[in-house]
Structure formats: C-alpha cells, structure tokens
C-alpha cells in the first residue's frame, strides 16, 4: 500500500513538473491608461513564455473608454481589477472597438490556463462600438476554454453583450459571479433564446461544473436569462438576484445537486412562453414536455447519477441513491407577472390559430418539479417555502419596456418583440430598457450611475423585508449601493477542497488551508520532488468538516519545489508549493 501510494504521489509530481510555473514569471501590478494603445494589445503583449508578466492589471481611466481590438487572452492567473471613481463610484469602461475591415472583436475575455485564478472586478464591459455597431448573436464578454479554472466576477456591467456574457467549454470550473449588473443583452426576434449570463456551451450536457455562486446581481433585458448548464453542477448558489423583463426562463440547470436558490426577484420573466410545439419537443427541459416554470428540476439520468455515486455507470440501481445525495433549497423568492404582459398572453391566446400557435405561459414551478419537492422518500433533501407572487412595485420606467411608444431608447418594446418572435414574421426587432448610445465626444463615458437606478429601488414594505437574512429582497444595491452587500468569499463551503499555499513561492513560511465537507480522520503531508516525505501537519486525526489554516515553517529544508497531499478517505488532493530562500 505504501508503495502504491509513493508511486502515485511521483506520478502527481512528474505531471506538476510538466505545467509552466507562473509562479515565477509574474510579478505585482501594472497600471494602465485608457490613452495610447488598446487594452488588448497592452495586456496580451505583456506576456514570457504564455505567461503573463503581471499577476495583476490595474485600470485607472474613468474619464474615457478603453478600446478593444482583439479578444484578451490569458493562460496563466490574472487580476483585471479597474479603479472606480472615487466621488460618483464611476466604473473604467471596455468598449468593442470597430476594425478597418467593419468587422467587430468578438469576445472580451478568453482565459485558457487549466487550473488557473481568474479575477474580474470594477470594469464596465459594453459591446456598443464608436459608432453604435453592435456584434449580433456573437458577442460575448468571457469566455473560459480549460478545465478547472475558479473566475470571480465582481461590481462588473455587462451592456449590450449579444450571445454569452459568460460561456465556458470545458469541465469542473467554479464561477463566482457579484455585484454584477446585466443589461440589455437582447438579440433580434429570430433568435430570441440568447444571450445568457452563464451558458455551457455543451447542449448535450456533456460538461459538468463544480461550483456557481450568483449573488447581489441584477439581470435586466436579457433574453434567456441567468443560468444555462445542462450538465451535473456540483454546487450552485443563486440569492439576491434581481432578473426583470426576460425573454426566456431563467434557468435550465435541471440537474443540479447542491443548490441554494433564495431571496430573489422574478419580475416579468420567461415572456415569450412555450408554443406548444416547443413544449412536444421539450424546448426548456432536460426531461420534456413540461409547462415553462421559473423553477424547473428533473432527475438525474443514469450517467449523472453514476458520475455523482463516483463509479461507472451501473443502471438503474444508482437513481435512488444518487437522488438521496441531493439538496435543492428554494425559499423566500418574490415572483411576478403584471397585467400588461399576462392581458397580452390572454389576447394572443384567444386570437391563436395554427399560424400563429397560442403559447403555454410560465408558472413558478411546474408539477412535474412540485412533485420532487413533495416526494420526501426519494428527494428528502429538497425544501420549497416562503416564496410570493407579490409585485414589488419598481418605478414607472421598469414596465414602460412593454410599451415604449416613441421612445426608441426601449426598442420596439416588449410585447411588440413577443408578437415579433411568436408570429415568426420577426427581423431585427429587440427590445431594451433605455439603450446605451455612444456619444460623439471623443472622450464619450457610458451614463452612470445607471439609468435604472432610481426606479429599480421598488416601494413595497413587504417585499423588502420578506428575504430570509434581512436584507431587501433581491439585489439589494438599489437601495444602499454595494455598501450594503455582505463580502462573498470566493469559495464554496463544506467541500473537500485543497486551495493553493499563500504566499507561494515563499521564504521560509506559508499557510496551507484545506475544506472538508464531512467529519473524519485526515491528513495533511509534504513531499519533496522525489516522493520522499519531508514534513507531516495532520497525522490520520478526527476533524468536523469545516475551514482550517496550517502555517508552515520549512526552514530546515532547501530551496525547491514540494507537494502538499491531503487525503481523508478515498479522497485526494495534492498541490504544488515553491520554497525560494
């Protein structure tokens, strides 16, 4: 057995030895200036060896755009990290630039180091060019190409992104997404399912996800909605949420396992419904038909199932077991459809013919999902309760997307864009809420605060003190500014987890901290570049699940590169530290 282990252990280390150690190469911060180059051809020429020079970039400009001509792509850890104004909070802005040949950059962020920290925070990302073009049904602001990869998006604005705020195409990444406002991402009437906030881009929910915390966001005008992953989510935490005006449901993450979805407003969501032709064909559903619903679960098929047991997959016999193992929390959200929208769903109902299929109209739960919820024996972990239909009365410009009139700063209006969709007659209609247009000062800065501000601070008592944690039911910036919200910590709690040494390289101290989602005997050790054991922190001890920090003292050892092991169980982890004296 010891054997076994050592074997395994140099097996980890040969593969370490083979990853580029950015560790090295980066060093602190680099300001930069919205004057001179574009940011692109700043932060991606900054780079030795596919890695970047600087761990951090540090934008300072407010009182002009910084352009992008190309997609910014980084390999190796990276802090994109803007100075907000500090009287009015204004935030640095990234703008889509337009190239000579008219064509537009497509995405923002590409970030394609396997395992690597990627932090975004304080940026105002607008996909409107110079000269108001916008990249339809193909702009996106990140994208995450590796396996692995933790991204945290803080007090960021994403305007008139077109497909994917976020999208990733890969496996086990953990998304930390807040403080965040999304607005306006509406495509045309003829592909009215983008863009999305997060979207794996496996349809066949071939990809799975660790982690997604979504907290103190407010999602407005945009299409499909906050959440796509059709593949298992480990973990996923959705509270404080505004979403208002959606054209499609706000989730289609069916099969998730973990989740905390609380304190959230739906406010006139899922507007264009289902046809029944889209209901026959399970348009919204992994496990069709079901009626279109805000909350939409399923069971897990047998190779989710065998995937969460942690075996190959082995029929039927894994449901039950692997259903037992989930938790799904749904408490305190406030949900609302005005009359505007559901007399428009009554008039295109009555008037339907076969042209013009009449439309299945959302509920909050769908009894296919409510089912679950009540089925104790097999779901005995999924809660539902507190939530309202109760309308929390924002100001008069949230509903004047509806109907706009002449005003072309909300498009052609809500219900003019259903019709568009659902008549299939549709072109290039979208609607918003007060358009963001690129003035003709060379030093022209998007509006801030943001339009939405004064009206998205609803007035219903009721509805503000409703939450489960006392702070105002959905995004609670509106009403105190992001002084209000509690600071989320970047990390999922109760997981087995072993997080990277800080500092790392260090001389001759640092501190190793490591999660564990269950109680029991655990061990922490460190091991030299040729297996050798070199120091031991936690000897097979008893410990509750929880957080827990080790300090470490090397010394009395060499300069070099060591491996921390923790293994509790048939889990293990092991994580590469760099002593430099």
Same mark, same amino acid.
């Given at each position: 057995?010891?054997?076994?282990?050592?074997?395994?252990?140099?097996?980890?280390?040969?593969?370490?030895?083979?990853?580029?150690?950015?560790?090295?190469?980066?060093?602190?911060?680099?300001?930069?200036?919205?004057?001179?180059?574009?940011?692109?051809?700043?932060? /991606?020429?900054?780079?030795?060896?596919?890695?970047?020079?600087?761990?951090?970039?540090?934008?300072?400009?407010?009182?002009?755009?910084?352009?992008?001509?190309?997609?910014?792509?980084?390999?190796?850890?990276?802090?994109?990290?803007?100075?907000?104004?500090?009287?009015?909070?204004?935030?640095?802005?990234?703008?889509?630039?337009?190239?000579?040949?008219?064509?537009?950059?497509?995405?923002?962020?590409?970030?394609?180091?396997?395992?690597?920290?990627?932090?975004?925070?304080?940026?105002?990302?607008?996909?409107?060019?110079?000269?108001?073009?916008?990249?339809?049904?193909?702009?996106?602001?990140?994208?995450?190409?590796?396996?692995?990869?933790?991204?945290?998006?803080?007090?960021?604005?994403?305007?008139?992104?077109?497909?994917?705020?976020?999208?990733?195409?890969?496996?086990?990444?953990?998304?930390?997404?807040?403080?965040?406002?999304?607005?306006?991402?509406?495509?045309?009437?003829?592909?009215?399912?983008?863009?999305?906030?997060?979207?794996?881009?496996?349809?066949?929910?071939?990809?799975?996800?660790?982690?997604?915390?979504?907290?103190?966001?407010?999602?407005?005008?945009?299409?499909?909605?906050?959440?796509?992953?059709?593949?298992?989510?480990?973990?996923?935490?959705?509270?404080?949420?505004?979403?208002?005006?959606?054209?499609?449901?706000?989730?289609?993450?069916?099969?998730?396992?973990?989740?905390?979805?609380?304190?959230?407003?739906?406010?006139?969501?899922?507007?264009?419904?289902?046809?029944?032709?889209?209901?026959?064909?399970?348009?919204?559903?992994?496990?069709?038909?079901?009626?279109?619903?805000?909350?939409?679960?399923?069971?897990?098929?047998?190779?989710?199932?065998?995937?969460?047991?942690?075996?190959?997959?082995?029929?039927?016999?894994?449901?039950?077991?692997?259903?037992?193992?989930?938790?799904?929390?749904?408490?305190? @959200?406030?949900?609302?459809?005005?009359?505007?929208?559901?007399?428009?769903?009554?008039?295109?109902?009555?008037?339907?013919?076969?042209?013009?299929?009449?439309?299945?109209?959302?509920?909050?739960?769908?009894?296919?999902?409510?089912?679950?919820?009540?089925?104790?024996?097999?779901?005995?972990?999924?809660?539902?309760?507190? /939530?309202?239909?109760?309308?929390?009365?924002?100001?008069?410009?949230?509903?004047?997307?509806?109907?706009?009139?002449?005003?072309?700063?909300?498009?052609?209006?809500?219900?003019?864009?259903?019709?568009?969709?659902?008549?299939?007659?549709?072109?290039?209609?979208?609607?918003?809420?007060?358009?963001?247009?690129?003035?003709?000062?060379? @030093?022209?800065?998007?509006?801030?605060?943001?339009?939405?501000?004064?009206?998205?601070?609803?007035?219903?008592?009721?509805?503000?003190?409703?939450?489960?944690?006392?702070?105002?039911?959905?995004?609670?910036?509106?009403?105190?500014?992001?002084?209000?919200?509690?600071?989320?910590?970047?990390?999922?709690?109760?997981?087995?987890?072993?997080?990277?040494?800080?500092?790392?390289?260090? @001389?001759?101290?640092?501190?190793?901290?490591?999660?564990?989602?269950?109680?029991?005997?655990?061990?922490?050790?460190?091991?030299?570049?040729?297996?050798?054991?070199?120091?031991?922190?936690?000897? /097979?001890?008893?410990?509750?699940?929880?957080?827990?920090?080790?300090?470490?003292?090397?010394?009395?050892?060499?300069?070099?590169?060591?491996?921390?092991?923790?293994?509790?169980?048939?889990?293990?982890?092991?994580?590469?530290?760099?002593?430099?004296?």
């Amino acid at each position: 057995m010891k054997a076994l282990f050592t074997t395994t252990i140099l097996l980890v280390m040969m593969m370490f030895m083979l990853i580029p150690m950015e560790s090295f190469a980066q060093s602190g911060t680099l300001v930069v200036y919205a004057s001179g180059q574009t940011l692109d051809k700043i932060i /991606n020429s900054d780079v030795t060896g596919g890695i970047q020079n600087h761990s951090v970039y540090q934008l300072v400009s407010t009182d002009t755009t910084y352009l992008l001509d190309a997609t910014i792509t980084s390999q190796s850890s990276i802090s994109i990290v803007g100075v907000p104004n500090a009287t009015t909070g204004k935030l640095p802005c990234i703008q889509a630039d337009v190239l000579q040949d008219l064509s537009i950059p497509g995405i923002f962020f590409t970030f394609t180091g396997q395992g690597t920290n990627v932090e975004l925070k304080n940026l105002y990302l607008l996909g409107i060019t110079p000269n108001n073009s916008n990249n339809t049904g193909s702009g996106q602001g990140v994208q995450v190409s590796a396996d692995s990869i933790s991204l945290t998006v803080d007090n960021c604005v994403f305007d008139e992104i077109s497909q994917f705020e976020i999208g990733y195409s890969s496996n086990w990444n953990k998304f930390f997404i807040t403080n965040c406002k999304f607005r306006n991402g509406i495509d045309v009437a003829t592909a009215y399912y983008v863009p999305e906030l997060l979207r794996s881009e496996n349809y066949l929910g071939a990809w799975s996800t660790d982690s997604i915390v979504i907290k103190y966001n407010t999602m407005l005008g945009v299409a499909m909605g906050p959440v796509v992953t059709t593949g298992i989510t480990k973990y996923f935490d959705f509270s404080h949420n505004d979403v208002i005006l959606t054209s499609k449901g706000p989730f289609w993450s069916e099969q998730v396992v973990n989740a905390k979805l609380d304190n959230n407003i739906f406010y006139n969501v899922y507007a264009v419904g289902e046809t029944h032709t889209e209901y026959a064909g399970g348009w919204d559903e992994i496990a069709p038909p079901r009626i279109p619903a805000i909350f939409s679960f399923a069971p897990l098929d047998s190779t989710k199932a065998a995937l969460l047991l942690g075996h190959a997959r082995n029929g039927s016999s894994d449901s039950l077991a692997a259903e037992a193992m989930r938790s799904v929390e749904v408490k305190n @959200n406030a949900y609302y459809w005005s009359s505007g929208l559901t007399s428009f769903w009554t008039t295109w109902n009555d008037t339907a013919t076969t042209a013009y299929d009449s439309i299945y109209t959302p509920v909050f739960m769908n009894n296919e999902t409510m089912a679950m919820f009540n089925n104790k024996t097999v779901w005995p972990n999924f809660v539902e309760s507190g /939530n309202q239909n109760v309308d929390p009365t924002f100001g008069s410009t949230i509903d004047k997307v509806l109907s706009p009139g002449a005003d072309t700063s909300y498009g052609v209006g809500l219900l003019a864009w259903v019709s568009a969709v659902r008549s299939g007659l549709g072109t290039t209609e979208s609607y918003s809420y007060q358009k963001t247009l690129v003035g003709s000062a060379l @030093n022209w800065t998007p509006t801030w605060p943001l339009p939405e501000s004064a009206d998205l601070k609803y007035s219903n008592s009721a509805v503000k003190t409703m939450s489960t944690d006392g702070l105002p039911e959905g995004d609670p910036y509106w009403f105190n500014g992001i002084t209000a919200v509690p600071k989320t910590v970047a990390q999922v709690p109760n997981q087995f987890a072993l997080y990277e040494a800080y500092p790392n390289p260090f @001389n001759p101290t640092t501190t190793i901290k490591f999660s564990l989602s269950q109680a029991g005997n655990v061990s922490l050790k460190i091991y030299n570049v040729m297996g050798q054991l070199v120091k031991t922190l936690v000897n /097979n001890t008893y410990k509750n699940k929880g957080d827990y920090n080790y300090q470490v003292n090397m010394d009395n050892l060499s300069s070099g590169i060591y491996f921390y092991t923790l293994i509790q169980g048939n889990q293990q982890l092991t994580k590469k530290m760099v002593l430099m004296k």
